[in-house]
DNA sequence: GTGGATCCTAAGTT
DNA sequence: AAACTTAGGATCC
């Protein structure tokens, strides 16, 4: 997180953190965790929708993670049509390989080299391989990856200048992008650029959706999430956090 | 019960 | 609308 590590451990009503690698606090760590919005209020206001106040109980706390769009934009890709431990290998040996090495604090070995390393900038990937890039595990994401840096390195996409962009353009904008669907735009809106009003729909969202809502009716992603933001509105990133995590716990199938 | 071939799925996009 | 990298689990000899 912004060039440091940082550990973290929840505990029943606090979270321990360590970190190192950076000078200073952490940078912005309540906003990077989405630890500085008001949840209980967005929680009250959820509660008065059926489905997510009976998902709560076991849902409560979950909050809108702020990424840097980078990070998070890449991160998506490779997420794609992808596992989950995977996808945490693949950004692992991307910041490996690519990535600057973080100055080891105490832990970790000496004799073996830097622990940790920072994501990737955009340049390092756009110089990058194919077979390097492969060798991270990407597939045929590597070509998505590389382009995408590119092109972002060469400033003909400014990320961070989405962010102060209509909701609207800045969706068609990175869906210009390759290896940007739907999915991964509203995750790049939500995660990234910190659009509350964003609904990604993935597998675990489209059953939750079509069995809560439709009466096991299937839908395409398409309709849901235009279905979502409509019925959620503001709120729609964080609903769709509920009903994510609602579906994961009760192992829709 | 073990081992390997085969099939299937997985945070979708082209 | 089929094809796509790759790894891990499930099923079947």
């Known amino acids: 997180v912004g060039g ?15 970190w190192h690698g950076s000078p200073g606090s952490p940078p912005h760590l309540r906003r990077y965790l989405g630890a500085d919005q008001p949840l ?17 109980p076991q849902t409560s706390g979950i909050g809108l993670m702020r990424q ?28 490996r390989g690519f990535g600057e090495p973080i100055a080891d604090g105490q832990a970790g070995g000496s004799d073996a080299g830097p622990a940790d390393w920072t994501f990737p900038c955009p340049e390092r990937l756009a110089e990058a391989s ?51 669907g739907e999915k991964v735009a509203e995750c790049v809106l939500l995660f990234g650029l910190g659009r509350d009003e964003a609904f990604p729909v993935d597998v675990w969202v489209k ?26 509105g503001r709120l729609a990133g964080y609903a769709q956090q509920h009903l994510f995590a609602g579906a994961r716990w009760a192992g829709l199938a």
Do not use: H, M
């Open 68 to 95: 840097d769009p980078w990070e998070c934009l890449v991160s998506f890709v490779v997420s794609a049509f992808n596992n989950i431990p995977k996808i945490q290998r693949s950004i692992q040996a991307l910041a």
């Open 40 to 56: 209980a209020a967005v929680e009250r206001a959820l509660a008065r929708e059926r489905v997510i106040r009976r998902l709560l």
């Open 130 to 180: 194919l077979p390097a890039l492969r060798r991270c595990l990407l597939g045929y994401r590597a070509r998505y990856v590389r382009d995408i840096a590119r092109l972002v390195a060469d400033r003909t996409v400014d990320l961070d200048a989405l962010s102060r962009l209509p909701l609207e353009e800045a969706r068609c904008a990175l869906r210009e992008l390759p290896g940007v």
């Open 207 to 232: 059953r939750a959706v079509e069995r809560w809502y439709f009466r096991g009716r299937s839908q395409t992603p398409r309709a849901i999430g235009t279905w979502a933001r409509e019925r959620f």
């Open 4 to 18: 440091g590590v940082v550990w973290l451990r929840q505990q029943p009503g606090r979270l321990l953190v360590r």
